[in-house]
């Protein structure tokens, strides 16, 4: 297989869903369709059991289990299919995020009872600044659910993006009948099974009485309806004509039931045709094509190993063009150094092994003792900065104190090594000097209490900090000499709730949505913004 083809056939991509929705069990079932495992219940992956949410070590040590399951390679078809997996917890949605940056393409799962949910709302904000293209699987079937037209309503109310049905179901519940596959034009015919793939009729005209036969006279003449709506309502879609969904305008909708592994394969079977390989990615010098000889690549997340005694961690690289080898010299851009790699590991199913090469489009992970920090970049000798790895803003705030004045040093190398990796975002006050930590949930400041004790033997205590949001601020680029003195203005009356980022970028703390709706109307040429690049 040549170069070129190698990189064409790769699918990377990431599942996400509001938990519950059906997430794991798509991905074990969209496994076993690749072969990677053989029964089901085989992918434990890293969902957090509900039970478990007070206790972090529990879900630490779950989602130390879960390295393994982050990314889960396999082939069909002649594609190389890899799956990034997202910690279902909502105190790891910057995890989630982050990994959205590696993907090629998502697939969006959601409840065919209860619809669009917060988490599924917040990804997708992520998918659509990213332009990423997305499908969409409505799940659970099996059980009653919203009228399905109702359903494509909401998904594109609420998700901001077109949809157009690529199956149509027979009702739901008790009485779900299965799909007309508008894609495949086939009629699939459901039946509750959870080991065996259901077979599936060609019927290119949906006039067929057969339908009538095999569904019911009442059944076939609502679907017939239903897909005359469809036709003159939604666009068309065919793999010829994919240009809405590469753009992340449109996302194409398949009906099924993960648990019965009904419209799985259907769903797998378009999204090969359809989804992007390896896309061009941007960096600040210059566009990085997939398909370039040189290899280049950049850490998007790192995954810290919770055993004190070994403060060794894997560093997530997503490759974004050429072939990465083993033993061969890179550049690590940011520490200006060559830095070669002896155990690099790809993940394959659920199996992690040490690989000779990787390419675009593939991650890989590298053993780190420290070397890296989210956005690293690695390259055969370029000076290259990959863009599109913003930080959000957090939900929660607090000051962190030293407890043990003894220790200020180990306190200051630990949060600043834990903030490269990810695990939460430091702001300094630039009136007090005063450091805050923000996170996206209350379980990441339990994890950083611990670790700065356990593997820095540093102590913090914190202290509340009432804080709506933290925006980075930027001048009018329009009006270049108003915005100035705006901003002159902002940071002197504003003083007490600026800070710095851990880039030193200006950051507003606004501790309610009235103080920073007031700002944004006050300072016209002053941008505020959610995420810290725009
Ligand atoms: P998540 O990763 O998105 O959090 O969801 P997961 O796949 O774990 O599924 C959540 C629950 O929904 C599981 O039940 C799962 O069996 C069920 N489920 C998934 N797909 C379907 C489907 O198509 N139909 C129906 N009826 N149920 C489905 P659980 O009881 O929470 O867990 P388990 O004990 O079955 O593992």
């Keep these: 297989m040549t170069f070129q083809e190698e990189i064409l056939r790769r699918r990377t991509f990431a599942i996400i869903s509001h938990p519950d929705a059906g997430k794991t069990t798509l991905t074990e079932k969209l496994l076993l369709y690749g072969g990677a495992i053989h029964v089901a219940g085989a992918v434990k992956s890293n969902k957090i059991r509900k039970t478990a949410t ?6 630490e040590k779950q989602r130390g289990i879960s390295v393994a399951t982050s990314v889960m390679g396999f082939e069909y078809n002649d594609y190389k299919i890899n799956i990034l997996d997202t910690p279902g917890h909502q105190d790891f949605a910057e995890d989630t995020f982050r990994t959205l940056t590696a993907v090629d393409s998502v697939i969006i799962v959601i409840d065919a009872a209860k619809g669009v949910e917060t988490q599924t709302r917040r990804l997708m904000q992520v998918c659509r600044m990213r332009k990423t293209p997305v499908m969409v699987f409505v799940n659970k079937m099996d059980r009653e659910g919203k009228d399905p037209f109702d359903l494509l309503d909401e998904i594109e109310a609420e998700l901001g993006i077109h949809v157009t049905p690529l199956s149509w179901p027979i009702n739901s519940g008790q009485r779900f009948k299965g799909v007309y596959n508008i894609f495949q034009h086939t009629l699939d015919l459901y039946t509750p099974d959870k080991t065996h793939v259901t077979e599936s009729i060609r019927y290119d005209d949906v006039n067929n009485p057969e339908i009538d036969s095999l569904v019911g006279g ?8 239903d897909l005359e709506l469809i036709t003159e309502v939604y666009p068309e879609f065919t793999v010829s004509n994919t240009a ?3 753009s992340g305008d449109l996302a194409p909708v398949f009906f099924g039931s993960a648990l019965n592994t009904f419209g799985v394969k259907e769903l797998l079977e378009c999204f090969v045709q359809i989804a992007p390989s390896p896309r061009p990615v941007s960096t600040e010098e210059r566009e990085v094509k997939p398909e370039e000889q040189q290899f280049t690549g950049f850490v998007f997340k790192i995954h810290a190993n919770m055993d004190p005694n070994h403060r060794s961690c894997i560093a997530f690289v997503k490759i974004c063009s050429g072939k990465f080898e083993r033993n061969v010299y890179y550049q690590h851009v940011r520490l200006n150094q060559k830095m070669r790699f002896s155990a690099p590991t790809a993940f394959m199913a659920q199996k992690k092994e040490t690989v000779d090469e990787a390419y675009a489009g593939d991650i890989i992970g590298l053993p780190d003792t420290g070397n890296f920090k989210i956005g690293d970049t690695l390259t055969s000798g370029e000076i290259l900065h990959f863009k599109g790895l913003p930080s959000f803003s957090p939900e929660m705030f607090k000051y962190i104190e030293n407890a043990d004045p003894m220790k200020q040093k180990q306190l200051d190398k630990g949060v600043n090594q834990l903030m490269d990796e990810g695990v939460a975002q430091l702001f300094v006050n630039q009136a007090t000097g005063r450091k805050i930590i923000g996170t ?7 994890v950083i209490q611990y670790r700065l004790e356990h593997e820095y033997n540093a102590r913090c205590k914190w202290e509340p900090l009432q804080m709506y949001k933290a925006c980075w ?3 009018d680029p329009d009006a270049p000499a108003e915005a100035a003195e705006e901003l002159r203005l902002f940071k002197q009356r504003k003083s007490q ?3 710095f980022d851990k880039e030193g970028r200006d950051v507003f ?3 309610s949505a009235y103080l920073l709706q007031m700002a944004q109307n006050d300072y016209k040429h002053i941008r505020f913004h959610f995420t810290s690049e725009f």
């Design 54 to 59: 007070s206790d972090w070590m529990e879900i």
């Design 440 to 446: 996206v949930g209350q379980l990441q400041f339990e």
């Design 218 to 225: 009442q059944d076939a003449d609502k679907l017939r309806q």
């Design 509 to 511: 703390l606004a501790d």
């Design 497 to 499: 709730y600026l800070a």
């Design 473 to 475: 601020i930027e001048p």
């Design 244 to 246: 809405g969904y590469l």
